[in-house]
Every structure is written in structure tokens, then in C-alpha cells.
């Protein structure tokens, strides 16, 4: 009853789930995201592995060390956030290696 409003305004549409769920370490997504969206920007290929990374350097700036940052965090997040691989065709920017730790 008390969770009535969030649970009625759930999109019902998405029908492979089972029940609503949350992400437990909201900010670390959204800096990851944010991490993601600069680097395609910059047309740096980015891996599963590299993204991994990323996440358990922010979750430690952050101050979570119960953050794994395992695989099957990796798929529910690029589940949550639409996003996909893709092959990047053409030629790419040169990128520093500066660009890429940041």
C-alpha cells in the first residue's frame, strides 16, 4: 500500500520482468552513463571489461566497496540504459590516452 503511486505508474508494457526493481547504486550508474555517453562522443571503442573497470573506480571514489562490478551487473546495466554494442564503421579520432582515463 504505501508504494501504491510507484506501482501505479510502472509501465505494465514491459512484459519480461517480473517485478519492479530498483538499482541499488544509483550514483554509480549515472556516472558510468555519463562516462559512456563522453566516450562515444569521442568515437573511443569501449568493452564490457573497460566499462567494468570504470564502474569499480567510481564505486570506490564513491565509497561503496561492497560494489563487485561483476558481468551480471554489466548486462542489467546496459539493460536499464537501452544500451547496445555496436561496430563503429569509418574512421576513427585520434584519441590520447589522457581522453580515456577521464
Not at 9 to 19: A, I, M, P, Q, V
Request: net charge positive.
Amino acid at each position: 500500500m504505501k508504494n501504491r503511486d510507484k506501482l501505479q505508474n510502472y509501465d505494465s508494457s514491459n512484459s519480461c520482468s517480473k517485478r519492479l526493481r530498483t538499482c541499488v547504486y544509483e550514483d554509480v550508474d549515472a556516472a558510468v552513463l555519463k562516462w559512456i555517453h563522453t566516450m562515444r562522443d569521442k568515437n573511443v571503442p569501449i568493452s564490457g571489461p573497460f566499462v567494468i573497470e570504470k564502474a569499480l573506480q567510481v564505486a570506490k571514489a564513491l565509497g561503496y566497496d561492497q560494489f563487485l562490478g561483476s558481468n551480471g551487473w554489466l548486462e542489467k546495466f546496459k539493460k536499464r540504459h537501452g544500451i547496445v554494442a555496436k561496430v563503429q564503421s569509418g574512421e576513427s579520432k585520434d584519441v590520447d590516452d589522457i581522453d580515456i582515463k577521464n
